[in-house]
């Protein structure tokens, strides 16, 4: 042990530490300051965990607190609170480059030791001094900005309340600074880790070692001995069913006979200590009898395979979808094109790892359980955690999110805390690493296609076949929706009068697929796009004007056969179209030496609100003529808040401070689905309006403008806003039927450099025209675009989840600030829906649906060789390029 | 065991059902309940009890599923099973004899409360 002398934020203090304690531990542990985040396992890979140690930047999580004797600290709860921040808060804030927040405070402490040291840095100076600081949300653009802004504050050139929007300028179309966003700024939005909670137990898991095996024993024998140990439970603890159902009932909490996927969980361990419960765990033997394993859909169609699940077949639904004759068109075609195409599996990477709490309020059978954390879906969460664990008096509460991308509509934590809380009568904490977290969570999923895409002499297109299979993985959670989901959108912007396909989804021995930013449509329309691509040179039609003569118009029909009644694609090729043409001209600049350039597009017409959507919305009038909403209207970082907060605030003349959100806890909300699908806008902000313009219709009924004349009228304070989709369902032997109820349009263009010797891509601008409909917050909807942009581009180069060896962000290949490139954002054209809300849509997934496609076509352009298996590394390209010749 | 067994794969949309009932096309999902509660009538209400296996709804039951359905349209939310023994004055063993599938299987179904809306519908 050895004694330390420190400052922390301004206060000397003094530890006595072991030789192994870090500063991180010190700080989030010791003196509860969780501004500063853990992701990466303490490996340094992250950047959440930064502070400033002596007037530098620090990974706090590689620090040892015995080597930091004398030394200074600074974290982000020493500078500034919300009611005071530090300039460098007020210009990340005032940005928009707080999204999820989990970063954020990291990122804050790198700005200032670099402003510190570089008052007025750079681009390429940003970029290098925040290079170890990792960003899933924003693609970085709305950090560097912030980066900037915070220079100029600090150099006095200009100040916060030059730049923050005046109330005057209205709500709508007006970048008013995230509700949430300075808690987060100031490291106080308390994530479910940062959670105090009072003689908690810490919770470890045993996981299967095997990727499929029956279980043929547990021995909980040694664990339960071990120093620290408060006890062992097995599935034969758990009250409930034991199993988590969204579409089937195949995913046990604890496994109880067998496993079908590396880390599923077998026992779970409570100890005083995390390193305690982690050791125990490790002693819980499992005896096994292997199975054979199954990780491709081939191996599982395979004559006389196993069955992963003895109730369902392995290939579990099969959807065909016809419209028109397909293959008749095919045969009449002037150009056909055939190729198979493959996505890779891919982890959706939000920087938080999946950490859970829960606790029971009060004692016996009355005892209330409450479980915080990471869900997307607080009511149906808790409905399927109620049934799983056999406990009906249940609170779920939605913690701070650290980011989603459609990872948290899946249960994975919350279920094995939730029993852990049960079994053990003690409040639980569930902190997985990062590992830990990749093995339980649901991934994106594989898909291979078989396509062939045709035209007509004269340019139009007459059919397109995609015969898709997807690897499931070992549990149904969200399969058959993605499936469907890919037939619903499977002919993109385009008017195609022939669609074949057969979407097949297999079960495999492969991490369970679940819903991931797109969930379908980015898979199918990296084939759809390359496709295009392919048929444009094969007619020898520029690949802009191609796309332009084939755009769907307003009467026609999506490959659902739904008839769609508005369509306000055709200006965003215009809008792009000088865009392109300089791009181009740029690239063709550059000539054909080791690095060559190349331009690729892309679009997609993304659905939003599926037939059957409904969500509810309850707003009251406050005594002090504000109001408050009540929602369960999750927001992991998309800004949610901001777009209830300035629909209330617009609709009802009121200033923002007076519209008060309540949405985290299932106690005081509606249910109102998941905050998925890019549906909350559209639905839940639709909900919205629809109550207030009860309560409008209210007051005006009653001839008063506020809550007391509303109580003296004898009228409600309270209205529940509604929004329906009418229902749909595909026809299960044709597919066709109706389709989403809106969409968001949009076209993205890649510029890319190409080596040709090594095979490295470098992405040097992606420029996007989008039509969402009219625009609530601004710098939200650039942000989502930056940001979708940037997992796009991951996903089209680089990022491959496998199974047991993508452990860390590194084997993941993270996006980073050395990755990123320039973004343009045109939005000149915001079409009012019909049904949207105020006029408006969503756009959280559709921001990287045409990415992958734009990228490969722009590789295709650049050196002549096209990718059909994602991502497309350098040795992909190399290897074609060898091919090529 | 065998991946290409007897049973063949599912098609179509396993949360959506669409059934006849009262003279009426309504949607359940995969559990049987209604998607949407405005479809609900006491009709409707009769045809789900009898599915059940009761042939009449008391007063007692009809309580119930007036609370229930109140609370959801007041709260958003369908009432937790401590909201409904407060609400409607009655034990729980009570509650969960007063329907052949218990509280949630029966009383809530038969009230036309839907599940909560997931990613699968």
């Known amino acids: 042990m050895k004694k330390v002398q420190l400052v922390i934020n301004g206060i000397k203090r003094q530890f006595v530490v072991g030789p192994e304690q870090v500063l991180l531990e010190l700080l989030r542990e010791g003196l509860h300051l969780t501004g500063a985040k853990q992701s990466c396992d303490r490996k340094g890979q992250c950047g959440a965990c930064t502070v400033v140690v002596d007037g530098k930047a620090r990974r706090s999580c590689l620090l040892k607190v015995a080597d930091l004797d004398g030394s200074e600290v600074i974290t982000v709860e020493g500078l500034g609170t919300p009611d005071n921040p530090h300039l460098i808060q007020e210009a990340f804030v005032l940005s928009g480059a707080v999204q999820c927040g989990y970063c954020t405070p990291g990122m804050i402490m790198a700005t200032k030791a670099l402003l510190d040291g570089n008052p007025n840095p750079d681009t390429e100076e940003i970029k290098k001094a925040l290079s170890r600081n990792l960003c899933r949300c924003t693609g970085y653009v709305k950090i560097i900005e912030a980066v900037k802004l915070a220079g100029r504050f600090l150099r006095g050139e200009i100040t916060p309340d030059e730049v923050r929007p005046d109330p005057q300028e209205g709500m709508m179309g007006v970048s008013h600074p995230r509700p949430s966003a300075m808690m987060k700024a100031c490291g106080l939005a308390e994530f479910s880790a940062d959670i105090k909670l009072e003689d908690a137990v810490e919770i470890a898991v045993a996981r299967s070692s095997e990727h499929h095996a029956l279980i043929k024993s547990i021995d909980t024998s040694e664990a339960e001995q071990m120093l620290g140990v408060v006890g062992v439970m097995t599935a034969k603890d758990i009250k409930g069913t034991n199993r988590i159902k969204f579409v089937f009932d195949d995913q046990p909490v604890l496994c109880t006979d067998r496993v079908r996927c590396l880390g599923d969980p077998i026992a779970v361990v409570g100890a005083g200590t995390k390193a305690q419960a982690e050791a125990a765990a490790k002693a819980v033997k499992v005896a096994y009898d292997p199975l054979p394993v199954m990780m491709t859909p081939a191996e599982a169609l395979a004559d006389g395979a196993v069955r992963v699940h003895d109730e369902y077949p392995n290939l579990c639904w099969a959807q065909p979808q016809t419209k028109g004759d397909a293959e008749k068109a095919i045969k009449e075609a002037a150009a056909v094109v055939e190729a198979e195409f493959s996505t890779q599996m891919n982890h959706q990477a939000p920087l938080e790892p999946e950490a859970c709490v829960a606790y029971l309020e009060g004692e016996g059978e009355d005892a209330l359980l409450v479980v915080i954390g990471r869900s997307i879906m607080i009511h149906s969460h808790m409905a399927m955690l109620q049934g799983a664990l056999g406990w009906e008096n249940m609170r779920y509460e939605e913690a701070y999110c650290g980011g989603q991308f459609g990872i948290k509509a899946a249960i994975t934590s919350e279920a094995i805390a939730g029993a852990a809380a049960l079994h053990f009568k003690r409040a639980v904490r569930y902190i997985p690493s990062l590992h830990e977290s990749m093995l339980l969570t649901s991934k994106r999923h594989p898909f291979t296609m078989k396509v062939k895409l045709a035209a007509d002499k004269d340019g139009k297109l007459t059919a397109f076949v995609n015969d898709f299979i997807i690897d499931n993985g070992a549990y149904q959670i969200l399969g058959i929706v993605v499936g469907l989901r890919a037939l619903q959108m499977l002919s993109g912007s385009y008017d195609i009068p022939g669609i074949q396909a057969l979407a097949q989804l297999v079960y495999t021995n492969n991490a369970a697929g679940g819903a991931a930013r797109g969930a379908g449509p980015p898979q199918v329309a990296f084939a759809l796009e390359s496709a295009m691509d392919m048929l444009a040179d094969e007619l020898g039609i520029d690949p802009l004007e191609f796309r332009f003569k084939n755009i769907l118009v307003p009467g026609q029909s999506v490959s659902t056969g739904a008839i769609m009644e508005e369509w306000p694609f055709q200006g965003l090729w215009e809008d792009l179209r000088p865009h392109y043409e300089r791009a181009k001209q740029e690239a063709a600049a550059v000539g054909n030496g080791v690095v060559r350039r190349g331009v690729g597009l892309a679009c997609h017409s993304f659905g939003i609100a599926e037939p059957g959507d409904a969500a509810m919305v309850a707003v009251e009038r406050d005594p002090d003529n504000g109001v408050t909403i009540y929602a369960a209207a999750a927001d992991p970082g998309e800004g949610n808040d901001s777009m209830l907060a300035q629909i209330a605030a617009h609709l009802l003349n009121l200033p923002m401070e007076k519209v008060r959100l309540v949405t985290r806890s299932t106690e005081q909300t509606t249910e109102t689905g998941p905050a998925a699908g890019s549906r909350i806008t559209y639905m839940v902000g639709g909900a919205l309006v629809n109550a207030i313009d009860q309560m409008r219709a209210a007051m005006e009924e009653a001839k008063v403008s506020d809550y007391e004349g509303l109580k003296r009228a004898n009228k409600p304070i309270r209205f529940i806003g509604r929004k329906n989709v009418p229902e749909g369902p595909l026809d299960p032997q044709t597919g066709q039927g109706s389709t989403f109820e809106s969409q968001v349009h949009n076209i993205q263009m890649a510029e890319v450099e190409v080596n040709t010797e090594t095979g490295e891509v470098r992405v040097l601008k992606m420029t996007t025209a989008v039509d969402p409909g009219p625009v609530i917050h601004p710098q939200n909807l650039e942000a989502q675009l930056e940001g979708g942009m940037d997992q796009g581009v991951g996903y089209a180069l680089r990022e491959e989840y496998i199974h047991g060896q993508t452990k860390d962000w590194i084997t993941f290949k993270f996006p980073t600030m050395k990755t990123s490139f320039d973004v343009e954002v045109i939005t000149p054209r915001q079409t009012p829906r019909q049904k949207g809300t105020l006029g408006a849509t969503g756009i959280g997934e559709m921001t990287m649906v045409s990415t992958a496609p734009a990228v490969v076509n722009a590789i295709k352009n650049a050196c002549g060789v096209r990718i059909y298996d994602l991502p497309a590394t350098p040795d992909k390209i190399k290897a074609a390029l060898a091919a090529q010749g | ?121």
């Open chain 2, 1 to 121: 065991m065998t991946g290409s067994g007897e049973s063949g794969p599912l098609s179509g949309h396993p949360n959506r059902r669409i059934r006849r009932i009262a003279g009426r096309r309504i949607v359940f999902d995969g559990e049987d309940f209604l998607r949407n509660p405005e479809d609900w009538s006491e009709e409707v209400a009769l045809c789900l009890a009898r599915e059940d296996g009761l042939q009449e709804l008391e007063e007692k039951q009809w309580q119930v599923i007036r609370f229930m359905r109140s609370y959801y349209f007041h709260h958003g939310r369908a009432p937790m099973n401590r909201d409904l023994k407060a609400g409607v004055h009655m034990t729980l063993m009570a509650l969960e004899a007063l329907f052949p599938g218990g509280i949630r299987r029966g009383a809530r179904r038969v009230a036309g409360l839907p599940n909560p809306k997931s990613c699968a519908g």
